[in-house]
């Protein structure tokens, strides 16, 4: 086999196709694993580049491989897709990342860290919480309205909107019982929501960076810490701009024939 200059690797749950090609070019490496084939084969590789589609598992698979002596670079869906030259399928996509990773104008995903990960698992499991806990709260306001009971917008008002239907004796027992368990679902879920963030404010302390940014007016600490677990090289970003539009608040551009035409995420032109 001809020395390998870099490899498209497409990963899934339990096979991995590899795509790899020579300094001229020529494709020396078509080859299918097993999972549990993966890190034995590149052990024995010589040190070599390798793209992987930016996914569930990308950061760790990274991490083993670069453990290996191999560099590894994360590539988004969106920025491989455009080099799938066929219907898609696991030998055409790894021949697309192989030729993606080429491209000298190619942006890649930094490599996390297994504690910047787990910080980030923090955030999200706050986030489901919150979301979970809204969500209950609605599932709440609607039954009760169903029996005219009504409270002004708020979690806040949940709780004395729970006591009053306990102590209407007006409401079907069955309905009363219902309540009950929505009122120790949300209690369970607001106390998990409040152990999430003490967690999430003592990594916020713990973090000169995120402390640093939290003096910024407007950035309390949750925004600060988020920045902090998601933004792993800020140097990937040439300009503010380029930053604000990776954060998804600066307009779109959808221009074409030499008319102008931007909107904002989620907004209408109409």
Same mark, same amino acid.
């Given at each position: ?48 580049v390798i793209g992987i589609e930016a996914c569930g598992a990308s950061h760790y698979w990274s991490r083993e491989l670069t453990r290996l002596g191999h560099v590894v670079k994360i590539i988004a869906a969106q920025l491989v897709k455009p080099y799938v030259k066929r219907g898609k399928n696991d030998t055409a996509d790894a ?48 039954? @009760?309205? !169903?029996?005219? $009971?009504? /409270? ?9 909107? &729970? #006591?009053? %239907? ?28 409040? @152990?999430? !963030?003490?967690? $999430?404010? /003592? ?9 640093? &940014? #939290?003096? %910024? ?54």
């Amino acid at each position: 086999m001809n020395q390998i200059s870099r490899i498209g690797m497409d990963t899934s749950k339990h096979f991995f196709q590899l795509h790899g090609v020579d300094a001229e070019e020529r494709v020396v490496l078509r080859k299918k694993l097993d999972r549990r084939q993966v890190l034995a084969f590149f052990a024995k590789l010589e040190p070599t580049v390798i793209g992987i589609e930016a996914c569930g598992a990308s950061h760790y698979w990274s991490r083993e491989l670069t453990r290996l002596g191999h560099v590894v670079k994360i590539i988004a869906a969106q920025l491989v897709k455009p080099y799938v030259k066929r219907g898609k399928n696991d030998t055409a996509d790894a021949e697309a990342l192989c030729e993606a990773m080429s491209r000298p104008t190619m942006r890649f995903v930094p490599v996390k860290t297994a504690e910047q990960q787990a910080a980030l698992m923090l955030a999200g499991v706050r986030e489901q919480l919150i979301v979970g806990r809204t969500q209950l709260a609605n599932a709440i306001r609607g039954h @009760a309205a !169903e029996f005219g $009971l009504i /409270a002004a917008k708020g979690l806040a008002q949940i709780a004395p909107l &729970l #006591a009053r %239907i306990q102590a209407d004796e007006m409401l079907p027992a069955l309905a009363r019982e219902m309540f009950v368990l929505q009122g120790e679902e949300y209690a369970r879920l607001d106390a998990q929501v409040d @152990a999430i !963030e003490d967690k $999430l404010k /003592a990594w916020h302390r713990a973090s000169a960076l995120s402390r640093r &940014l #939290a003096a %910024i007016p407007t950035i309390g600490p949750v925004i600060a810490s988020l920045l902090v677990m998601k933004v792993i090289d800020p140097h990937a970003f040439s300009s503010g701009r380029q930053f604000a539009a990776w954060l998804g608040v600066t307009p779109q551009d959808h221009s074409t024939a030499g008319k102008t035409c931007t909107h904002r995420p989620g907004w209408s032109n109409s």
